[in-house]
């Protein structure tokens, strides 16, 4: 009987030891599962991080190449329009603007050398006298009021670059709203 109850006691001994054993594992793999779960939740931020980044990336790009080939469409339509009558009055509307500003003070009217076929015809309807300016601005006018330092400038190669870097792609997409 005495020693029944020692194998008794023995045995609750290790029953418990073996239910902390139990335990202890248990909470060491709880504890393990939750690191590896904050890992990977981890890792995958990283990748949807940096796939996003590389998506902006490619997404720069491909407006980059989509906004020089507008900028090139819209110069050859600028070049085509430069060849119709619709310019020639242009010109001269520029010419008489900067006119009416210089208000009879002397000026120097310079047009874009591509457009010295046009210099005879502009003087002719302005009697203005015109220079052919030595700097390729792409088209339309400048003007320089000596006396007030001033200049008055209607090229279209100024604004082309303006209108280029103010120039973004907008869209519903959410990316460089």
């Keep these: 009987m005495q020693a029944n109850t020692i194998i008794g006691q023995h045995r ?27 890992a990977a939740r981890q890792q995958l931020s990283m990748a949807a991080s940096k796939a996003q980044l590389e998506l ?34 242009n010109l001269i509307a520029y010419i008489e603007k900067a006119a009416a500003f210089a208000g009879g003070e002397a000026m120097t009217l310079y047009i874009n050398p591509s457009d010295e076929d046009k210099k005879g015809y502009l003087e002719e309807h302005t009697g203005m006298t015109l220079t052919v300016s030595k700097e390729d601005f792409t088209g339309g006018l400048r003007a320089v009021i000596h006396e007030r330092n001033i200049l008055i400038d209607y090229a279209f190669k100024g604004a082309m670059e303006r209108e280029y870097q103010k120039f973004a792609f907008k869209g519903g997409t959410g990316i460089g709203d």
């Design 12 to 38: 609750k001994a290790l029953e418990n030891i073996n239910e902390q054993h139990r335990a202890e594992q248990l909470r060491q793999s709880e504890t393990r599962i939750k690191a590896e779960m904050t």
């Design 56 to 89: 902006k990336r490619e997404l720069g790009k491909t407006q980059k190449k989509f906004k020089k080939a507008l900028f090139a469409e819209v110069s050859e339509l600028l070049s085509d329009y430069m060849k119709t009558e619709e310019y020639k009055i």
